[in-house]
């Protein structure tokens, strides 16, 4: 069984399959954290992919440019490039699919197959940044600031980041206190806006820091009249 495992994660186009599937899924995962199940896909996919690779005897360069179209798909979720950094994963995904089946006794990948891979990078990534340009044309009064204050939904677990929804809109959000974490299904008070990141905090837990707040200054003023009387 394991021997054909071994034989069938060779094949050229299983390959490009598997590296695909792995850096979809661990994107996915940076993505959207807490939801475990396309991280732990692409994890394994990567594994494979790997020994596969090592046992074909691929091009290693082709490699480093695949790993670098997922890292700038992942900095297209964080950062807004009006596309750049989208079109530079799909060029390097694509280029380093046709460098890495060339070398020496390797069959090459199909082309088609190359080029829906790129065309997912490119597709995905263009759409990242149509969502960040249209959240950043947003009026002032209706776009993210006026989020501040607002609750969310958390969608899964934030420990301490996670996803939340907004209006029908999910965003990325991160827990404004890391010490704590949240189950799926709290609401959270949005604190702060960073890009396409939330910072929230626990409703319960506000409502306790301000609980604490108020009493400590009502202790404060009560004890402020005994310190006159003394002195």
Do not use: C
Request: glycine share 12%; net charge negative.
């Amino acid at each position: 069984m394991l021997h054909l495992i071994y034989t069938f994660i060779q094949d050229p186009t299983v390959l490009f399959l598997l590296i695909l599937v792995a850096l979809l899924g661990i994107y996915a995962e940076i993505a959207n954290p807490g939801t475990f199940i396309p991280g732990t896909i692409g994890v394994l996919a990567l594994i494979l992919f790997i020994i596969g690779a090592v046992a074909l005897g691929v091009n290693w360069w082709g490699v480093l440019f695949l790993l670098l179209a997922g890292g700038l798909l992942i900095a297209e979720a964080n950062f807004t490039s009006y596309g750049l950094l989208s079109l530079g994963a799909a060029i390097s995904f694509v280029f380093g699919i046709l460098i890495l089946f060339n070398s020496g006794g390797v069959t090459h990948i199909q082309p088609l197959l190359v080029l829906f891979g790129g065309l997912i990078f490119g597709g995905l990534g263009l759409s990242l940044a149509l969502y960040a340009m249209r959240i950043r044309k947003l009026p002032v009064r209706s776009g993210v600031e006026s989020m501040i204050g607002e609750q969310v939904v958390a969608l899964g677990p934030l420990r301490p980041e996670g996803r939340v929804k907004h209006d029908g809109v999910i965003w990325t959000a991160v827990l404004d206190t890391p010490e704590v974490t949240v189950n799926e299904g709290s609401v959270l008070e949005i604190v702060a806006v960073e890009g396409l990141r939330l910072h929230v905090r626990p409703v319960l837990l506000q409502q306790q820091m301000m609980q604490f707040e108020g009493e400590a200054g009502e202790q404060a003023r009560e004890e402020q009249p005994r310190r006159t009387e003394f002195d």
